[in-house]
């Protein structure tokens, strides 16, 4: 039976039909849905994991015990698995790994570009990468029998474009496979005397598996005209198809590491000129150029974005795009913004007429860097707020108190909480914002372990914030709520001003949940002297048009903000 599938939800798929029992992850864009739509198979166990850390470890453990496991990521989040990552190739993993990587490159909804294929070698790891949806289940099912035929956990790395773009996929039935639990020290405990006995073994099992590379199925031949050939892999092998078409030779690699060395010489040997088109890093070119081959690559093409066609039709061919269309009127600009009735925006609201450095972090609340509110000073990457809050602090303790942290309460809990014990432990005075929306918000509205239900929906413990902070030795925790303008200010510049570290969890859900209900919309009255300080909290639904205020009823919730910015008492709730 064929269905048309988003690539991420193929993958799952793939591992659904492969026998996958444990299946682990922490949303990030763009992997989500490969975790979201698992959770919709009748699968032994899927889960949402504080981290993706943690996420890894589950799928090592459940691999370990004998059960076929999978765990999904975006190419951020392998940063945070690596340490498990690079120990897991020395002890195996007796039952088929699969780790899902997606890249993002062009930065659609991440802080970096980068390419995980070097993470496949720098941690040995067999790595495979599909071109579009079809690939996407075959090839997470094949990497769970690569993953058992060489002991070794295999990534599937993902793009974007692959993930979230669909096409037909032929489906099949569930097969059950399961390995049985040997206890083995030996290979499974990294002592260092046994890691030493490990790593000639991880050798000798990456040579079999550059010879399988060069027989395997997944790197296919395609020979046309041989005056040009092209070395391609994922979604570039789609651009460079559409851009070539047959008048070039294209050798398209699905196993992307270890690379087979004896494939490619051959197909170099064979065609004229030889390029490589790869998004992000010269990884295959390096390669072929560490071989001896002569190859164009980077320096025809670029390190930075997303390819195209027309890009790639320029380059090999010399044939540049047609003349796009000239639009007499320039469309207005669209950048994005919190959602009318954010309670993030109160906060932000707050923290810039305060005037302090706020140290940032990722998720809906990076918004709080755009005009007007005009408030996050630095953003790293997951959890980083804290501790860089702190570190400011400490090197400038002229200003300390003046500094603060804001992160969301998913993303506390993915890697803020060990921040905050540093704080307490050094002695900071740090305070920390927690924006408990009751959400995993800019990934789709995810659950977390702080909404007391797991990734099914089904009840679960909940994490208490206020009795967490308390054991951390947080001498000041204030639960307010961002909605109260003037009263949230008055409690985060009290807070600021103590010597010792403070927690303010801002608590109040995202507009966006099917069980926030606000009543009424806003209205402008005849009393309004457009004075435009309602413009000043930057919602989306109101706006000036050089003459009056408006009110975009579309968009407003009545959330109430604009309200208490206005002096004239000029902007009211509709009766409902």
């Not at 039952?95 to 970096?112: E, R, Y």
């Not at 608590?507 to 209900?517: E, G, I, T």
């Not at 903000?561 to 004239?568: F, G």
Request: aromatic fraction near 6%; hydrophobic fraction near 40%.
């Amino acid at each position: 039976m064929k269905k048309l599938m988003l690539g991420n939800h193929a993958v799952a798929r793939g591992a659904y039909e492969a026998g996958v029992k444990v299946a682990s992850a922490y949303p990030g864009t763009p992997s989500t849905e490969i975790m979201e739509y698992m959770a919709t198979l009748p699968c032994p166990h899927v889960e949402w994991a504080p981290n993706e850390k943690v996420a890894l470890e589950t799928a090592i453990g459940s691999a370990m015990g004998g059960g076929r496991s999978v765990c999904a990521m975006k190419h951020v989040g392998l940063n945070v698995a690596a340490d498990p990552l690079f120990t897991a190739t020395y002890t195996g993993v007796n039952a088929g790994l699969l780790i899902c990587v997606a890249d993002d490159p062009g930065m659609h909804s991440s802080q970096n570009e980068q390419d995980s294929r070097n993470y496949a070698k720098a941690s040995k790891a067999i790595m495979l990468e599909p071109s579009d949806s079809q690939e996407c289940l075959s090839f997470a099912k094949e990497a769970f029998a690569i993953s058992e035929k060489f002991d070794l956990p295999v990534i599937l790395r993902l793009t974007t474009r692959v993930s979230h773009s669909q096409s037909l996929v032929e489906v099949g039935e569930r097969e059950e496979a399961e390995k049985e639990y040997v206890k083995n020290p030996m290979k499974n405990v990294m002592m260092p005397a046994m890691a030493k006995r490990r790593h000639p073994v991880l050798e000798e099992i990456l040579k079999d598996a550059s010879v399988y590379s060069d027989t395997s199925t997944l790197n296919k031949v395609e020979y046309n005209d041989t005056k040009i050939g092209v070395i391609t892999s994922g979604i570039c092998y789609q651009y460079a198809k559409e851009a070539l078409g047959d008048k070039v030779s294209y050798l398209k690699l699905g196993m992307v590491y270890p690379l087979c060395d004896n494939l490619i010489k051959e197909f170099a040997s064979k065609v004229e000129k030889l390029y490589v088109i790869e998004e992000l890093d010269p990884f295959f070119e390096e390669h072929i150029k560490a071989m001896g081959i002569e190859v164009t690559g980077k320096d025809a093409f670029t390190l930075i974005g997303e390819y195209s066609a027309d890009m790639i039709k320029e380059v090999v061919l010399g044939e540049k795009r047609a003349e796009s269309v000239k639009v007499e009127e320039s469309a207005p600009m669209r950048p994005p913004v919190l959602c009318a009735g954010c309670p993030h925006r109160g906060t932000f609201y707050a923290l810039s007429s305060l005037g302090l450095r706020v140290c940032g972090d990722i998720g809906c609340y990076t918004l709080g860097t755009l005009e007007p509110l005009s408030s996050v000073d630095a953003c790293v990457c997951m959890g980083a707020s804290i501790g860089l809050a702190h570190g400011m602090d400490k090197a400038n303790p002229e200003v300390s108190g003046k500094t603060v942290a804001v992160l969301g309460d998913s993303t506390f809990i993915h890697s803020g909480i060990t921040g905050l014990i540093n704080v307490v432990y050094n002695k900071g005075n740090s305070t920390v914002i927690i924006l408990d929306n009751s959400i995993t918000g800019m990934t789709g509205h995810q659950d977390n372990p702080l909404t007391g239900k797991t990734i099914r929906g089904e009840a679960a413990p909940q994490v208490d914030l206020v009795k967490l902070c308390e054991a951390i030795g947080v001498p000041n925790i204030r639960v307010a709520d961002p909605f109260d303008l003037k009263g949230f200010k008055a409690v985060v510049k009290e807070e600021v001003s103590k010597k010792e570290p403070s927690v303010i969890i801002a608590q109040r859900p995202c507009a966006l949940l099917k069980s926030v209900k606000y009543e009424g919309k806003m209205t402008v009255t005849s009393d309004c002297v457009k004075c435009k300080m309602c413009l000043k909290i930057g919602c989306p639904a109101i706006s000036f048009d050089g003459e009056k205020i408006n009110i975009d009823k579309t968009q407003c919730n009545g959330c109430g903000y604009c309200a208490q910015l206005c002096a004239k008492k000029a902007l009211k709730k509709e009766e409902a």
